[in-house]
């Protein structure tokens, strides 16, 4: 199975300054996201900084965290796609301080578009987030020559 690594070798980490999951991003969350069977998941424990509510993670960063988890699904199995739809339902409050689980699986793969499914639970197993996304399979994927990120919709220069 080739995945973005295998794609991009050496140079992966240091171009990927993606906010949840690059090493590189001195502001980022540093997700390492692993891969199992037909899950995709990663573990954070959010800090004051990551607060919503006082004593409560914010819900953005949850979300953030569950696209992620969802797009690395399709990334990590060779699919380079980018999410255009996501709906999030918060369930329970995440208290600051306590360790979360992210999950990803995929729900439908039907043409360039898939969707799937994530959901967050607190490490006694209460579920505290679900959310649904669809992502649209990028042709290219993101380019690393030019240095930026550029979707199969836009043109090729002409020769
Ligand atoms: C390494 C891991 C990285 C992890 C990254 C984390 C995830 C991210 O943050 S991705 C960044 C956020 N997302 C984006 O920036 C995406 C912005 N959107 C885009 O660039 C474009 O919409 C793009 C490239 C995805 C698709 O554009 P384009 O190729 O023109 O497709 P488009 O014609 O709009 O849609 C293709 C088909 O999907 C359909 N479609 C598009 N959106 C939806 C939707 N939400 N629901 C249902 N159908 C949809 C369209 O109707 C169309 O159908 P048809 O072909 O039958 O007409």
């Known amino acids: 199975m080739q995945n973005y690594q295998d794609v991009y070798g050496d140079k992966w980490q240091e ?10 991003n001195p502001i980022g969350l540093k997700l390492d ?17 990551h607060s919503g509510w006082l004593n409560v993670m914010h819900g953005g960063l949850l979300s953030t965290i569950m696209d992620e988890v969802m797009a690395h699904w399709l990334w ?8 255009v739809e996501m ?36 490490a006694d197993g209460t579920q505290v ?6 992502y649209i399979k990028t042709e290219r994927g993101l380019q690393i020559e030019s240095g930026r990120s550029v979707t199969d919709t836009e043109a090729e220069p002409e020769e």
């Open 33 to 49: 996201i692993k891969h199992k069977d037909d899950i995709c998941y990663t573990t954070f424990t959010p800090k004051t900084e």
């Open 129 to 134: 987030a679900r959310a649904v996304a669809k």
């Open 15 to 24: 171009i990927n300054k993606c906010f949840a999951c690059g090493r590189n």
């Open 76 to 83: 990590g199995r060779g699919i380079p796609a980018m999410t």
């Open 87 to 122: 709906t999030t339902r918060y369930l329970k409050p995440v208290p600051i301080g306590e360790p979360i689980v992210v999950t990803a699986r995929l729900q439908l793969d039907r043409g360039r578009m898939a969707t799937l499914e994530a959901d967050v639970t607190l």
